[in-house]
């Protein structure tokens, strides 16, 4: 007697995976795994591109040597702000600054008469007031302050000379043929609005 074939299932052959095919097919959680290493090494290569640029980069590295220097400059200009606004050492107008630089050469006080001189932290006006401070002190070793206040007293407003100027004016002395011999330039501090000794 002949044994009957077992019937296939309808639409297809039939046959059973073996053990091993079932091993080589890629589980669910092993493509999540691998989906997820993807997505984190592209999300560390974003950032790392990220940080280069706003850390990094040469355009990065300049804008903040730009901010850097922007903010030096700005601390600059506050600290000359606040010196040129404390220096109320002189008058409200050009004579009356001369006055005062008179009065504290009368008393022998060179270091008071110096803080008249104008001062911005600038290496001429350093320059200035250190030759002023210097003659006025050779003046007084050899005896002849008294003939520098002499001179001062005679200074007179130049008009010819100050048309046309608000912040700076001219004091002096003409010889006959209106060459002038001797003079005292002021300048205006616009921060405390006082005249001060610019030359001499």
């Known amino acids: 007697m002949s044994e009957v074939p ?3 299932p309808e639409g297809g052959v039939f046959f059973s ?3 091993d095919h079932q091993k080589e097919t890629p589980s669910r959680s092993r493509v999540l795994k691998f989906a997820l290493i993807t997505a ?3 999300i560390a290569l974003f950032a790392v591109a990220v940080a280069y640029e706003a850390f990094f980069s040469p355009r990065a590295v300049g804008e903040r040597e730009t901010q850097r220097n922007y903010e ?10 606040e010196k040129m606004t404390a220096d109320t050492y002189g008058g409200k107008t050009p ?3 001369l006055d005062m630089f008179i009065a504290a050469l009368e008393k022998n ?3 008071l008469a110096s803080k008249y001189a104008w001062w911005d932290g600038g290496s001429a006006s350093i320059a200035n007031k250190e030759a002023l401070v210097e003659g006025l002190e050779q003046a007084q070793r050899e005896g002849k302050l008294s003939e520098v206040i002499d001179i001062l007293k005679k200074m007179e407003f130049l008009d010819d000379i100050n048309k046309g100027s608000n912040d700076s004016k001219w004091f002096g002395i003409k010889d006959s043929n209106g060459i002038i011999e001797y003079s005292v330039v002021f300048r205006r501090n ?3 609005q ?7």
């Open 190 to 192: 616009n921060f405390s």
């Open 6 to 8: 077992p019937t296939q």
């Open 17 to 19: 995976e073996s053990p």
């Open 109 to 111: 006080d060179i270091e």
């Open 95 to 97: 004579q009356e600054t």
């Open 194 to 200: 006082v005249w001060k000794i610019e030359s001499i």
């Open 40 to 42: 984190g090494v592209f």
């Open 72 to 81: 030096i400059a700005k601390k600059g200009l506050e600290d000359f702000r």
